[in-house]
């Protein structure tokens, strides 16, 4: 499929996909594999939980969205890639059988200033379900090459196998929302992107070419192959949930564990370099404020700045949380 150019969209462009169907085995697949919380998991365990029922991980919602861009807008071809999401809200579940349509809205166009021949394309996108509810929202902007503009050079990278990763043996006690300490740092431990997983997860969620085909992927300006910006995100998920893991074991030794909930969205999430095969991202969380909740009494809202460094300290991935936690006993 040729890739999508510049020239292909103008301010005020719409275009409407086709639906897709997320099926229970979809929603469990993804949650065991980045987002294993009770409610994403098994029905019997999502009942006495925040969401009282079996929904798919917001994260696998986003990760749809993209393969459903790359699907409809893209036309099956390649970007040269994101900066990042400005907002991404989840607004309503997305349960087992839905139907999920996107809607794309451009809502801006510039030039490079650096890089003749280059653009950024800034658009909204709705994510509905059969029912014309929008489960959810974001406001992003990816970068396309104008039509007879001659490639960009690769980037001298080296691809390879991660070294190997040992799991922290740390644990430290899940304090209720009301006791936290704005500005405490918990580091999330590290997270290896093999060849085979970047594959794997670009043909379920975002086939663009350099998430596919090393080959391909070594002539483009990323110059190697590299992990979907939203294998990323789902790789942090999971260094949360298992360090979380950890210390509710180690919090339920000495007393009650706080619930952590949904969360309704995130801001300003980067993408700051690639991440190529090989790479070990280290991710980490800082809390960054927290309020009680006025809807939901005895929850409050965590907000965190969450980070991830690749084995060279480099930073390559960043986001800005908001997350329901218990608020007291």
Not at 32 to 52: L, N, R, V
């Amino acid at each position: 499929m040729p890739d999508p150019a510049l020239e292909d969209f103008s301010v005020g462009d719409v275009i409407v996909g086709e639906p897709l169907t997320v099926t229970r085995d979809a929603i469990v697949g993804f949650a065991t594999a980045f987002d294993f919380q009770p409610f994403h998991i098994d029905e019997t365990a999502a009942e006495t939980t925040f969401a009282g029922r079996l929904i798919g991980s917001g994260w696998h919602t986003a990760a749809l969205g993209m393969r459903l861009l790359q699907q409809g807008p893209f036309q099956g071809g390649s970007s040269l890639g994101a900066p990042g999401i400005d907002e991404l809200r989840w607004l309503a579940p997305v349960l087992p059988g839905d139907a999920l349509t996107l809607t794309f809205r451009v809502v801006g166009l510039r030039d490079s200033a650096t890089k003749p021949g280059l653009g950024f394309v800034t658009a909204e996108v709705a994510l509905d379900n059969q029912r014309a509810e929008t489960v959810l929202t974001q406001r992003f902007t990816f970068m396309l090459a104008r039509r007879g503009t001659d490639p960009l050079p690769p980037r001298p990278v080296a691809i390879g196998e991660p070294g190997p990763v040992t799991e922290p043996d740390d644990a430290e006690i899940l304090p209720f929302l009301r006791d936290a300490e704005i500005g405490a740092v918990r580091e999330l431990g590290a997270y290896a992107f093999t060849a085979e997983a970047i594959v794997a997860f670009a043909r379920a969620y975002d086939p663009q070419a350099f998430h596919l085909d090393p080959e391909v992927a070594k002539r483009s300006h990323f110059g190697g192959l590299c992990a979907s910006g939203w294998h990323t995100a789902a790789a942090y998920m999971n260094r949360m949930l298992t360090t979380r893991a950890r210390d509710a074991a180690y919090t339920a030794a000495r007393g009650p564990v706080p619930e952590a909930g949904p969360s309704p969205g995130f801001k300003n999430l980067r993408w700051l370099k690639p991440v190529y095969a090989g790479d070990t991202v280290r991710f980490s969380a800082r809390l960054t404020d927290k309020r009680a909740s006025a809807s939901r009494p005895g929850w409050g809202l965590a907000f965190a700045r969450n980070t991830g460094v690749n084995q060279r300290g480099e930073p390559v991935f960043a986001f800005d949380s908001a997350v329901f936690h218990r608020w007291e006993p």
